[in-house]
């Protein structure tokens, strides 16, 4: 069945942070759509989470639809083309970011968390994944989260067999393991879905996720679909509510029947 895609987003510096290190690119016109936390001090953040955005974005837009495109690294046998571009869009990104790092001294050690969806008829919805921002469904009002983090919380819940509160006792901290922009190359988690119209697909930073309980994200989205902007500021809104102590940004994409996109 063919399918067409709306797409939103909120974001919001947060009740206790100073700077926005969020960022989201939202390319319809290559049904792409990007978000990326960034982290090293306020300005570092901002600079590797934009560096991303715009980074994917580029590839995405124009290198790849170059007459002379060449892969800048090697493709995965095991992935279709679009599933290689975003993989390597990422990757990309995550180079000039390293570079950033390695040459700017208020840039060091920054690095960004990412999440890439893009659709094609031939592949379906791919997402591309990196570090604890997340990707959730909501098909026929459930919440499904569709990424896994990668993060000491998650890492010691699946080694320790802990609940989510205790591994988070034991981290103290929400410790990334895996991000963008840290070393010279970085592995993408690549997930595979095929959309059912009336999807939505939530791209969030953890500003959202760690604050408010998927239960309670899925109830604002079934309380305010379909109107995906008002859905978008919605879940901003509940987070600023449970303290807003991060950055939080929610990107909302739609699955819709082509015959009928309304």
């Known amino acids: 069945m063919p399918l067409v895609f709306s797409a939103a987003a909120a974001t919001d510096v947060g009740r206790k942070r100073k700077a926005n290190e969020d960022a989201y690119r939202l390319l319809p016109h290559e049904n792409t759509w990007i978000l990326a936390d ?39 046998p095991r992935l279709s083309d679009e599933a290689n571009c975003i993989q390597m869009a990422v990757r990309v990104a995550n180079v000039r970011i390293f570079n950033r790092g390695q040459s700017d001294d208020a840039c060091q ?3 960004t968390t990412v999440v890439a969806l893009t659709w094609s008829e031939q592949a379906g919805l791919i997402i591309a994944h ?10 026929q009002g459930k919440l499904q989260q ?17 609940t989510d509160e205790q591994a988070r006792a034991r ?38 996720s760690d604050l408010v ?15 995906l902007n008002e859905t978008a500021q919605a879940l901003v809104d509940a987070a600023n509510q449970a303290g807003g102590t991060d950055n939080i940004t929610a990107v909302l994409v739609a699955a819709l029947n082509a015959s009928d996109p309304s």
């Not at 569709?146 to 067999?161: A, G, I, P, Q, Y």
């Open 146 to 162: 569709l990424t896994e983090d990668h993060s000491l919380v998650n890492h010691l819940k699946r080694v320790f067999s802990l």
């Open 38 to 76: 960034g982290m090293g001090g306020h300005v570092a953040g901002q600079v590797a989470s934009n560096m991303a955005v715009e980074k994917i974005a580029d590839f995405m837009e124009r290198w790849r639809h170059e007459p002379d495109f060449v892969w800048p690294f090697e493709p995965d």
């Open 109 to 111: 050690n920054m690095g």
């Open 171 to 208: 981290a103290s901290s929400n410790v990334i393991v895996r991000a963008v922009g840290l070393e010279d190359d970085v592995d993408v988690d690549i997930t595979l879905v095929k959309p059912e119209p009336g999807d939505v697909y939530l791209s969030c930073s953890d500003g959202l």
């Open 213 to 227: 309980k998927d239960d309670k994200i899925q109830s604002v989205m079934n309380d305010h679909l379909p109107d």
């Open 130 to 139: 990196v570090g604890d921002s997340r990707c959730y469904r909501l098909r």
